[in-house]
């Protein structure tokens, strides 16, 4: 009976030497949303966030990282919020790239400015650094960022005897050869070929210097070149006679071009080699085609990291921070647990990374892999803002109208649409 109570007396002071160990850590809070910030499938979403917690507390014993999970993408925001009006908001958390403006704006956001200095930014991508900068002050630190590029049909260009472009091509590069592949191929008077699926006229308003929001955060598509972008989307749509071009004709290899986000190549592959397998055809991708007063940069999306303004732990959190964005370990892993593009340079321009994109090519398939180093180097982040879908999906009705019934008077077109969603 002495025995059996000794042995509890020493469990019970295990225990409560483990509780008092315990409590004497340092806590710091991580809050995520549970899905892919891209919108694509994503089944290991919390395995990269747990590898780098584990590789944290090992450098940091006295540390514990607390993963605030759960909550959906749609919920995320509100959720925030709701945590900022009783000062619960998590030490360190996503920030979704539509909603930094607002983070930052409300005071929620730690003004990181007093810890740059600790890092070497240059190692950043400079588009996805910028995504978490307001007025030239950083407040919040890139984790992934996502470019979109322009995949060719290079057996239906050959086909045609067209030179696949290089990666300086412009509009009307991309124009006359969309104008010289779409015919009617079987001859019932239809056509079954075409130049281009999926681009429209926000892909073409970036490649040609438009900015949707002003400096003063207002709408700005009352200018030329969102016109030029508009008139140049009226002269491509009207190649198709008013047919319109479905996935299953790009899946049957009856699609010249068809611009995609580098998560969606990530997250579906084999597609588009999926298409490959069953069309015979084969994929290349380029920088997208550069309209009259832009370039050929892509509009780079990113997911950013921040630190609640509210946190009693900073110092750790900025420790941590570092480790999700600027942990070579960590950064690598962008590639294999999830669908994005490291923001470290370093990283995604090594011959590790490539070797790793390549085993999801074809072996036939001459993708250019290192294009993507480019294509970070050269894109300009993409400005979002509060109730940014909403206001896209606002202007796609109303731009396709002008685009599908050939308005002439673009212009005023874009006052009227500019001052009525202005004025919601």
Sequence with gaps: MKKIIGILIAGVLILTGIQIYSNQKQVITFGMFTVSNWDVPNGNCY???????????NKYPDVQVELISGISKEDYVEWILGKSLTKEVPDVFMVPSESFL???????????????????????????????????????????SVPTLMYVNKTLLEKENIALPDNDWTWDEFYSICKQVTKDIDGDGLLDQFGVYGYDWLLASHSNGCELIDEQGNLAIYTDQMEDSIK???????????????SQDFDEGKVAFCPMKFSEYRAYKPYPWRVKKYSNFEWDALMLPSGHDGDHSSSINTLSMG?????????????????????????????TLSQGVSVLKEVTSSQETLDLLSKDNPGDSSFQLKMLDSVMKEGTPQVMFTQYNDIIQQLDAEIYR????RHEDISIELKTIQDKIQAK
Excluded at 310 to 326: G, I, R
Aim: net charge negative; charged share 25%; glycine share 2%.
């Design 232 to 246: 140049f989307m009226q002269k491509l749509y009207a190649l198709n006679q008013n047919i319109e071009v479905s």
């Design 47 to 57: 395995e990269i966030y747990e590898n780098a917690i584990e590789r944290f507390e």
């Design 307 to 335: 630190i609640s303004k509210n946190s009693k732990n900073k110092d750790m959190a900025w420790e941590f921070l570092k480790e999700l964005t600027y942990d070579v370990e960590c950064q690598k892993e962008i590639f």
């Design 102 to 144: 607002m983070f930052a704006q409300s005071g929620l956001l730690l003004n990181l400015d007093s810890y740059i200095n600790q890092l070497d930014t240059a190692k950043f991508y400079s588009s996805s650094l910028e995504a978490g900068q307001l007025k030239e002050e950083q407040y919040a630190l890139p984790f992934e």
């Design 402 to 405: 002008i685009i599908i019934n």
